[in-house]
């Protein structure tokens, strides 16, 4: 039986340099010239929007991708990474968003299992004594005979981390690790990982949208951009990391598509009520946690709201309880002044139409033809069915194949299932669903441009613009924050199921909404504002 | 009723209950096996005929039954590997194949069965258990079969394999989480076809019991639908090699109800009581198959819990 497991106590945070890495994915470039280095027993940061190239990035150290360009040192070696088992034999390990754990196996069997040698008949008491003499050297504590599946969050994400120490990799790469922790347990974990880099046993490489966990644990920081490293180092403000985070202003009109945006009418004078309003609207995500936090807001007709923030600070569960998908615990909407209960019913009565975030998801069925699911929102309605009941196949192909054409969904046919079409046309078949409609009273979207290419994005924006000009109330939920700030009249940040800041896009700048997107009062400028 | 007769029902229960919930514990051990990998294998009531006739048959030719115990193992691990490789290939599905299979195993028994249906072939011994009691009526009920202690041995040994072995884990890492069995690097289809093609030995050998021992003969009716009803009893035995082995003394003991009553002259609802094992599936998968705390530790990658 080998001793994998207790090598440990050698001492040996590695050194990780990546020098050059770019990579492309067909003509979207999500890493260009990439460098970092990471000295033996750093605790370092990288910091950046979604879709700044963070996760590309680790993703080729560990293997799961090449970079098409550049190279990877280890210790001062060059090493070539071809896949994650690799990477581990190398010592390099990584904590994902996601858990890695069996939920039915023990927190001693999970141990157990990830060792390559595992030895085919287990003496647990052996193991366990080896188990525990491990844990005396590391400060975490898990209950090892526990179903994993009953764990805390935060006591499987030590668990997470003391399986990458059992198997000896001392170069950690930590993705969002403290997203489902609570602040109290973050602390503990990133304290103890601190310690252990401070005593040069480790290597920290953390991804993160916290500031303030940077300042409280990081050595050094690299801030990503667009697939770029736009800043770093040591000792950075949260002003100056927010800045570089989001980017200026200037260094990006150019390539966010604002010449492809039509005319915009000047917004009416807002008379009267508001088109859209949601009152203080409370919700628990799936495990019962909090996650709307009383959001208050109001849309004007022919006003787009677009809310900006992190992702997983209420976004998703704000657009769920819009369309029905997630039960409010407390607060009301209003639609044109009268309560909104998400009824199919009621979406029709309120001209209220949604285009949810991955729509192939929520707001598509995937087996169903194109043209059955252009027109979910009419098919019981004359001409496409008689009586109510009665549905005119006929009808409901012509009404589909018109919208494919007017809204340039690229199907072979209105017959093809709607999940054998690409993501861009998936999303255009939604909008064209949502938005062909006479006359849109309220439009909620959510991510609309998420992961398609430059053309579709400028001509769906275009749309979403469109719709405003025409009358609608528009909320726009968008974590590209380059979006936000082109489409939007009003802006606003959500933070933590609350927002956190709303602002005139007159009035906004992107330092501000830099710091209210890391948390708000938790950076340099004050309480946030209404 | 006498205490006598009190006594008498209680040690027919008894009998009844080790006698009649062999098959039952061999179905369910396998299922279980089957189901901790992640795959539902509904064709164990074919798998269960078949392996009846194959016993009986091949202890008729070779007049040993031992024999026949064998190949009938052997016909169920064949019907599980084949199960198990159908399901290897894409877009198919494991509920769908397992009743194919059950109609396949129960079609090919009583096609290649039908003359074997007269004959009597030698039979497995029993285990006189009963001999200290000076009530021979009551030593006669306690012969147990030497099947029923190996069934009882497999489910510690089963259990054990669960918590102990590397093999064992890696069944249950398969059945929980296949993205992660990749991740360590087994060969998720692999273990898969292997659980599949034991759990079907497993009730191979439960359908030898009933054509060898009890009731002991070949004949269409064999089952009447044990196999089901013991995939049914995994979810009730929350995927516990022992708990299965509790199950099904719990089914025996309601299956033979009915003829204990009778034999201290009570025959009212005697037909009633003979249905008490199915009304007893029905119940246990309303009140446990549905309820969340069953599913909890269901193996997370079990098709009819996603």
Request: aromatic share 6%; hydrophobic share 50%; charged share 20%.
């Amino acid at each position: 039986m080998s001793n994998e497991a207790l090598s440990f106590t050698s001492p040996g945070a590695i050194a990780l340099e990546a020098i050059g890495l770019s990579k492309r994915f067909g003509s979207f470039k999500a890493l260009d010239d990439v460098s970092l280095k990471v000295p033996a027993g750093e605790f370092h940061a990288l910091l950046g929007e979604n879709g700044a190239g963070k996760s590309t990035l680790v993703k080729c150290l560990m293997g799961f991708h090449r970079a098409d360009e550049g190279a990877v040192l280890l210790d001062g070696r060059e090493v070539s990474v071809r896949n994650p088992r690799e990477a581990q034999g190398l010592g390099l390990g990584m904590v994902y968003q996601h858990f890695t754990l069996v939920p039915s196996l023990t927190a001693a069997e999970n141990l157990v299992i990830a060792r390559r040698d595992a030895p085919a008949v287990i003496d647990w008491a052996a193991e366990r004594r080896r188990i525990e003499a491990f844990l005396d050297r590391t400060p975490f504590r898990v209950p090892l005979d526990r179903r994993v599946g009953a764990l805390s969050a935060g006591e499987r994400q030590k668990l997470e981390i003391l399986k990458l120490l059992y198997l000896d990799q001392r170069f950690m790469i930590l993705d969002e690790p403290t997203s489902v922790l609570t602040p109290a347990e973050a602390d503990e974990i990133l304290g103890h990982l601190k310690a252990m880099t401070e005593r040069g046993e480790i290597t920290v490489l953390m991804i993160t949208h916290k500031f303030r966990e940077v300042q409280a644990f990081a050595d050094a920081v690299t801030v990503l951009r667009r697939g770029r490293v736009v800043g770093g180092g040591r000792g950075l403000s949260t002003r100056e990391m927010a800045t570089m985070m989001v980017g200026e202003a200037a260094a990006t009109a150019g390539a966010s598509g604002k010449a492809a945006l039509p005319e915009r009418r000047a917004m009416p004078a807002s008379v009267g009520e508001p088109a859209l309003e949601l009152a203080g609207l409370f919700a628990e995500d799936d495990d019962g946690r909090p996650a709307l936090r009383g959001v208050s807001l109001k849309v004007a007709a022919g006003e787009i709201v677009g809310i900006a923030g992190v992702s997983g600070n209420g976004q998703g569960a704000l657009v769920e309880t819009c369309c029905g998908q997630r039960p409010l615990s407390s607060g009301q909407m209003f639609v044109n002044g009268r309560d909104f209960l998400p009824t199919r019913r009621a979406f029709d009565a309120a001209g209220l139409f949604v285009v949810p975030e991955e729509p192939l998801k929520n707001a598509a069925v995937a087996g169903m033809s194109v043209a059955d699911n252009i027109v979910f929102r009419r098919f019981e309605k004359p001409p496409l069915s008689r009586r109510g009941w009665w549905l005119d196949r006929r009808a409901i192909r012509a009404a589909g194949r018109e919208l494919m054409t007017r809204f340039r969904v690229a199907s072979p046919s209105p017959d093809t299932p709607i999940g054998a079409l690409s993501g861009g046309n998936v999303q255009r078949a939604v909008l064209a669903r949502e938005l062909s409609a006479e006359p849109i009273a309220v439009l909620i979207v959510a991510n609309p441009c998420f992961g398609l290419d430059f053309a579709s994005a400028a001509e769906i924006r275009a749309r979403i613009v469109a719709a405003r000009n025409a009358g609608a109330a528009v909320l726009l939920i968008s974590e590209d924050l380059d979006e936000v700030l082109d489409l939007s009249d009003t802006v606003a940040v959500i933070s933590h199921g609350q927002i956190a800041y709303k602002a005139p896009i007159a009035e906004v700048d992107r330092g501000t909404i830099g710091i209210h997107f890391a948390g708000g009062s938790e950076g340099e400028q004050g309480a946030p504002l209404g | 009723m006498t205490d006598t007769g009190v006594i008498t029902v209680l040690i027919a229960l008894l009998a009844g209950a080790i006698r009649v919930s062999t098959p039952f514990l061999f179905v369910s051990l396998g299922e279980c096996l089957t189901e901790k990998s992640g795959r539902v294998n509904l064709g164990l009531e074919g798998t269960l005929v078949l392996g009846a006739m194959v016993a009986f048959a091949i202890s008729y030719h070779s007049g040993s039954p031992w024999l026949g115990v064998a190949a009938a193992a052997g016909a169920g691990f064949l019907m599980g590997a084949l199960h198990g490789a159908i399901c290897r290939l894409p877009r198919v599905n494991d509920i769908a194949i397992g009743i194919a299979m059950m109609s396949f195993g129960t079609g090919l028994a009583l096609f290649l069965g039908k003359p074997y249906i007269q004959p009597s072939a030698p039979r497995l011994p029993s285990l006189p258990l009963g001999d200290w009691l000076d009530m021979p009526a009551l030593a006669q009920m306690l012969d147990v079969s030497p099947l029923f202690l190996v069934g009882l041995a497999l489910a510690f040994l089963l259990d054990w394999v669960f918590r102990n072995t590397r093999a064992g884990l890696i069944v249950r890492v398969t059945g929980d989480d296949a993205a992660a069995a990749r991740a360590l690097g087994i060969g998720v289809d692999r273990v898969r076809l292997f659980a599949t093609a034991l759990g079907g030995a497993s009730a191979g050998v439960g359908g030898a019991f009933l054509s060898l021992y009890y009731p002991g003969s070949w004949n269409e009716g064999l089952s009447s639908g044990q196999g089901l009803m013991a995939v049914a009893l995994v979810i009730f035995a929350r995927w516990q090699p022992r708990r299965c082995l509790l199950a099904s003394l719990f089914f025996g003991a309601a299956s033979a109800l009915g003829p204990a009553l009778q034999s201290v002259g009570i025959t009212a609802g005697y037909y009633f009581l003979n249905a008490a094992p199915y009304v007893l599936t029905l119940l246990i998968m309303a009140g446990s198959g549905s309820a969340r705390r069953a599913a909890q530790y269901a193996p997370g990658e079990l098709s009819i819990n996603r």
